[in-house]
């Protein structure tokens, strides 16, 4: 290769942004040369590079625009605490088994604590793992922020950037209220998603309470039926994980002063007496 070229050559990878290119070839090269690859090898090996670079790139945008948290994958999850949820159905949801190219939801109801934010959370990782875009995010603030955004007069682009997500995940969507604010914009949001892009809502109370997230009986009817439309829904029924702690910290305590009052009776028995 013409020295001239063979120093422009990084230039040239840069303005053609291929950045996995322009760091590997001079490696791959070397090794080119000394096993004597032809040159369709070498062209082949370089594009490979770049292919898998551009992914590993695109998958780390995808796990930071999501805002998932990190620490909530299936692997931490103990389905032993709600022995009536399907670990194989969870599965097939993670694994993006058709429902979110269907725009179908996902909606998980249960009492506080009982591992719901985990889950779906968990869920939203695995799918992002497969390729899907995923954003999480409290329902009050997503609802704060389309707010913000109708009285700008920039709700339907904002709704517009939300759709770039294959699945927006609410957490704690019976939180809001109706008198909080205008949150007819999440009625809204959920229109505008309908069948064409996935929800995913976590709930402590059944929909018969939702009268108290929208301003309207009407609303939340309509909101209702377009969530439940191709949707599935996971009923948590399970003791709070915080209750649970509270419970095994007591019995820790208990146990600490058995083992004590033994030890005392045993060196009373003895003759020892403790200080």
């Known amino acids: 290769m013409n020295p001239s070229t063979l120093a422009r050559l990084p230039m040239m990878l840069t303005d053609l942004r291929l950045p996995t290119m322009k760091q590997a070839w001079q490696g791959l090269a070397t090794k080119s040369n000394q096993e004597d690859w032809p040159a369709e090898r070498f062209l082949a090996t370089l594009l490979e590079q770049e292919i898998l670079g551009r992914e590993a790139r695109r998958l780390e945008r995808r796990r930071q625009e999501s805002n998932l948290p990190p620490d909530k994958r299936l692997g931490n999850y103990d389905f032993t605490v709600v022995p009536t949820l399907s670990k194989a159905h969870v599965q097939a949801l993670a694994e993006a088994d058709g429902w979110i190219q269907e725009g179908a939801n996902l909606l998980l109801f249960g009492p506080p604590g009982v591992g719901k934010s985990h889950l779906v959370a968990a869920v939203g990782h695995a799918l992002v793992e497969r390729g899907c ?53 999440l009625f809204e949001l959920i229109s505008e998603r309908y069948e064409r892009k996935s929800l995913a809502i976590t709930a402590n109370q059944p929909f018969s309470a939702w009268d108290q997230v929208f301003p309207e009986a009407a609303m939340t009817v309509a909101a209702v039926d377009r969530l439940v439309h191709r949707s599935t829904i996971l009923e948590l029924h399970a003791e709070s994980y915080r209750r649970r702690t509270a419970k095994n910290r007591a019995n820790v305590t208990v146990t600490t002063k058995e083992v004590k009052r033994d030890l005392e009776e045993t060196d009373s028995q003895d003759g020892v007496v403790s200080q």
Do not use: G, M, N, W
């Not at 759709?163 to 008198?179: A, E, H, K, M, T």
């Open 133 to 185: 875009r995923v954003y999480f995010t409290r329902t009050s603030d997503l609802v704060q922020q389309l707010q913000s955004a109708r009285k700008e007069l920039r709700l339907p682009a904002t709704l517009a950037k939300l759709d770039r997500f294959d699945l927006l995940i609410l957490d704690d969507f019976s939180y809001v209220r109706r008198d909080q604010a205008e949150t007819s914009v």
